[in-house]
């Protein structure tokens, strides 16, 4: 399970994915389930959380998708 915490406008908010192709498959959509631009606070795969060094969807995408 992949659990990303985001920040939108101020306040946190939470998305949860089944697993981390699910994610991809979703940001590669027309228009993704969350902007390329959003701060990611934390994410969370499999009960680890995922150091990320750009600590965006973005960055969050391209760890994911090597």
């Known amino acids: 399970m992949l659990v990303i915490t985001y920040e939108l406008n101020g306040s946190q908010k939470e998305k949860t994915y089944t697993n981390a192709n699910d994610f991809v498959a979703a940001q590669l959509k ?22 990320l060094t750009d600590k965006t969807i973005s960055g969050l995408f391209n760890y994911l998708n090597k």
């Open 30 to 51: 027309e228009v993704p389930d969350l902007p390329d631009y959003y701060h990611v606070v934390k994410a969370i795969m499999d009960s680890k959380e995922i150091d």
